[in-house]
């Protein structure tokens, strides 16, 4: 175990193994609602990304149909 002490009994092993389960249940908490935030940061990103994306893309067609006289 993490502090050098083995359980002897099936009884102190399972409280071992309960105690590794309830921080891992509270560190998973905390690791999902660190996940939840980024991805809105993500989110936020891909947007912006998209409208450059987009406004460039409108940009370069209207030059394209300016050239061959679309556009009047």
Not at 31 to 48: S, T
Not at 50 to 68: N, W, Y
């Amino acid at each position: 175990m993490a502090n050098g002490l083995q359980p002897k009994t099936t009884r102190e092993q399972i409280i071992s193994l309960y105690g590794h389960i309830k921080g891992l249940k509270k560190s998973q908490f905390h690791m999902h609602q660190g996940i939840h935030e980024l991805g809105g940061k993500i989110d936020k990103i891909y947007w912006v990304l998209l409208g450059t994306v987009g406004a460039v893309s409108l940009v370069l067609l209207e030059r394209i149909l300016d050239i061959k006289g679309f556009i009047f």
